[in-house]
Nanobody, 127 residues
Framework: QVQLVESGGGLVQAGGSLRLSCAASEHTFGSYPMGWFRQAPGKAREFVGGINWSGSDTHYADSVNGRFTISRDGAKNTVFLQMNSLKPEDTASYYC????????????????????WGQGTRVTVSS
C-alpha cells in the first residue's frame, strides 16, 4: 500500500509563493500518475492539477493554470506543486493522490480515478 505525506503548507500573503511536496513510501510511485486536489471549508474537493507517470504531461484546473506547476522527481519518490501568485481563494487543504495505473500516459482529473491519498497540508493566503 502506497503512503503519501504532504508538506510545505503554511500562511502566505496574496501574491506570494509556496511549494508543496508529496513524498511516497514506495519506489513504485515512479510508475504512477499523480494529482493534487484541494478542499476549502464548506466546499467540495476540487482538482488542482495532475501529472502522468513520466512527467511528460500535466493538466491544471482553469483557476490555477499559469500560476501553479506540478513536477516530479522519480529518484526521490516525490511530486511537487509550485504555487505562485497566490490568491485568498487558493486557501484550502491540499491533498496529493496517486492513481495506481502503471505507466499510464494519461493525466487524471477525477477524484475517483485515484486510489491513495495523503493526509493534506493546509494553505492559507491572506489578503
Amino acid at each position: 500500500q502506497v503512503q503519501l505525506v504532504e508538506s510545505g503548507g503554511g500562511l502566505v500573503q496574496a501574491g506570494g509563493s509556496l511549494r508543496l511536496s508529496c513524498a511516497a513510501s514506495e519506489h513504485t510511485f515512479g510508475s504512477y500518475p499523480m494529482g493534487w486536489f484541494r478542499q476549502a471549508p464548506g466546499k467540495a474537493r476540487e482538482f488542482v492539477g495532475g501529472i502522468n507517470w513520466s512527467g511528460s504531461d500535466t493538466h491544471y484546473a482553469d483557476s490555477v493554470n499559469g500560476r501553479f506547476t506540478i513536477s516530479r522527481d522519480g529518484a526521490k519518490n516525490t511530486v511537487f506543486l509550485q504555487m505562485n501568485s497566490l490568491k485568498p481563494e487558493d486557501t484550502a487543504s491540499y491533498y496529493c493522490a496517486v492513481a495506481t495505473k502503471t505507466y499510464s500516459t494519461k493525466v487524471y482529473s477525477r477524484d475517483y480515478e485515484y486510489d491513495y491519498w495523503g493526509q493534506g497540508t493546509r494553505v492559507t493566503v491572506s489578503s
